[in-house]
């Protein structure tokens, strides 16, 4: 098992090496705000399905850096939450009206600004280039508070599986990484669990 320098090291490297692929889920994820903001109401079915999507481009880019677990535990639930998104129902979606609102933003801002492993940040870099879509906790971040915003798109199954990587996840860059905003993912998923 490698170190936890050589896991931190890894991140960084991931996470300054792709900023063009953090480059484009930012433009993703910006535009489905903006259209969502403007009045577009896509289906639970359509907005889980591309809710996965950052999953799989952080299992490819893991798989790429050589680090086959976080590739094999990325891919494994990116399959997972893609067969639960096709059993969604085709309703159009509709938020929630309470804390998990407020609670689903703040994370989905928070995984989109991720401040932590870029080298020679400021603030107007992390709105572009924080690693969504490239290492873990803020893609799990920025997925769980659009979640947390749409109801789990009316999925239980597919809100539990979310919970169960981000709570795996926080935990460890918590507490054994020692990146301590990851508490911020744990909340997030323990939020989502929680949600019926």
């Not at 170190?3 to 300054?16: D, P, R």
């Not at 903001?37 to 591309?50: C, D, E, T, V």
């Given at each position: 098992?490698?170190?936890?320098?050589e896991i931190l090291s890894g991140l960084s490297n991931l996470a300054n090496t792709y900023t063009r692929i953090s480059?484009?889920?930012?433009?993703?994820?910006?535009?489905?705000?903006?259209?969502?903001?403007?009045?577009?109401?896509?289906?639970?079915?359509?907005?889980?399905?591309?809710?996965?999507?950052?999953?799989?481009?952080?299992?490819?880019?893991?798989?790429?850096?050589?680090?086959?677990?976080?590739?094999?535990?990325?891919?494994?639930?990116?399959?997972?939450?893609?067969?639960?998104?096709?059993?969604?129902?085709?309703?159009?979606?509709?938020?929630?009206?309470?804390?998990?609102?407020?609670?689903?933003?703040?994370?989905?801002?928070?995984?989109?600004?991720?401040?932590?492993?870029?080298?020679?940040?400021?603030?107007?870099?992390?709105?572009?280039?924080?690693?969504?879509?490239?290492?873990?906790?803020?893609?799990?971040?920025?997925?769980?508070?659009?979640?947390?915003?749409?109801?789990?798109?009316?999925?239980?199954?597919?809100?539990?599986?979310?919970?169960?990587?981000?709570?795996?996840?926080?935990?460890?860059?918590?507490?054994?990484?020692?990146?301590?905003?990851?508490?911020?993912?744990?909340?997030?998923?323990?939020?989502?669990?929680?949600k019926r």
């Amino acid at each position: 098992m490698p170190t936890v320098s050589e896991i931190l090291s890894g991140l960084s490297n991931l996470a300054n090496t792709y900023t063009r692929i953090s480059l484009i889920w930012h433009l993703l994820f910006w535009c489905l705000i903006l259209l969502l903001l403007w009045g577009w109401k896509p289906s639970n079915r359509q907005l889980a399905i591309f809710s996965t999507f950052p999953l799989f481009s952080a299992s490819v880019l893991a798989w790429m850096s050589g680090n086959p677990f976080n590739g094999s535990v990325f891919l494994f639930f990116a399959i997972l939450l893609f067969i639960f998104a096709f059993r969604a129902d085709s309703a159009p979606v509709s938020a929630a009206r309470e804390w998990s609102f407020a609670v689903g933003g703040l994370l989905l801002v928070f995984g989109l600004t991720y401040p932590h492993f870029l080298e020679s940040g400021t603030f107007l870099r992390y709105l572009y280039a924080a690693p969504t879509g490239v290492i873990p906790c803020p893609t799990l971040s920025a997925v769980t508070g659009l979640a947390l915003i749409f109801q789990g798109y009316g999925s239980r199954k597919w809100s539990l599986s979310l919970s169960i990587i981000g709570l795996f996840y926080g935990i460890f860059g918590a507490f054994r990484l020692g990146v301590t905003m990851d508490v911020v993912l744990i909340a997030g998923a323990l939020a989502l669990a929680l949600k019926r």
